[in-house]
């Protein structure tokens, strides 16, 4: 089975530092990877995924996160963090190859924060 | 365009009543996710639709949880004999087919069980 661990439930980095959100899979196969942003009192918004291809992602709002095979480890980084940034993060898996090809296996969340 | 829509957005109910949760997809979107999301965790996976059938509902917890999409579009998630437990958010998610489509989700609707 297939399960998402992401280290840490709260993270609180200052403004303009490095933003590392950690998560590490569990998957008999190559997953694909997904990162969600939910922001207060909205709907869970996609960063960015993993599915095939360049294992380095660059998505929404400055972020990026590495697929690493060896490692199963998808972390999501951010070179300079915004107040904007400030919300709760997901990562979620997906089996590719699985009898039903959609539903989401999300991790439990990390809390940033992020000081002035 | 217009996102994924979610009635109601608060739903509080006392234990043992039914309850129906709505979800309006996004036009064109032929796959349909309910999730539950707990206090404190991340989202969990109840069922999902393609087209007007449930291709997987393995996520639902027990038989008083059933969700339907008779035309394929509009869903709703239908809980009877409410318990405590099941407070928590709902939420939807679309996307335009299975797989490695993004999934587009609502803002939810928060259920209370009194």
């Known amino acids: 089975a297939q399960s998402v661990t992401q280290l840490g439930s709260h993270v609180s980095v200052s403004e303009g530092a490095l933003v590392l959100l950690r998560c590490n899979y569990s998957?008999?196969?190559?997953?694909?990877l997904f990162w969600y942003v939910q922001y207060p009192n909205q709907g869970l918004q996609l960063l960015l995924k993993y599915t095939t291809g360049a294992t380095l992602v660059k998505g929404i709002n400055g972020f990026e996160a590495e697929f690493k095979k060896s490692e199963t480890s998808f972390h999501l980084t951010k070179p300079s963090a915004h107040m904007s940034d400030a919300a709760e993060y997901f990562c979620?898996?997906?089996?590719?190859?699985?009898?039903?090809?959609?539903?989401?296996?999300f991790g439990k969340g990390t809390k940033l924060s992020v000081k002035p | 365009g217009a996102g994924v829509s979610q009635t109601p957005s608060n739903k509080v109910t006392e234990k043992g009543k039914y309850v129906e949760l709505r979800c309006d997809p996004i036009?064109?979107?032929?796959?349909l996710y309910w999730y539950r999301q707990s206090l404190g965790q991340g989202p969990e996976f109840l069922i999902y639709?393609?087209?007007?059938?449930?291709?997987?509902d393995s996520g639902l917890p027990n038989d008083r949880f059933f969700a339907v999409r008779p035309e394929g579009s509009v869903s709703t998630l239908k809980i009877q004999r409410t318990e405590r437990g099941d407070s928590a958010v709902y939420l939807c998610a679309s996307s335009l087919s299975q797989g490695r489509d993004t999934q587009y989700f609502g803002p939810g609707t928060r259920l209370t069980v009194l």
């Open positions: 998957s008999s196969v190559p997953p694909y």
């Open positions: 036009s064109g979107h032929t796959a």
């Open positions: 639709f393609q087209g007007t059938g449930a291709a997987d």
């Open positions: 979620a898996v997906m089996d590719p190859y699985g009898g039903s090809q959609g539903n989401l296996i």
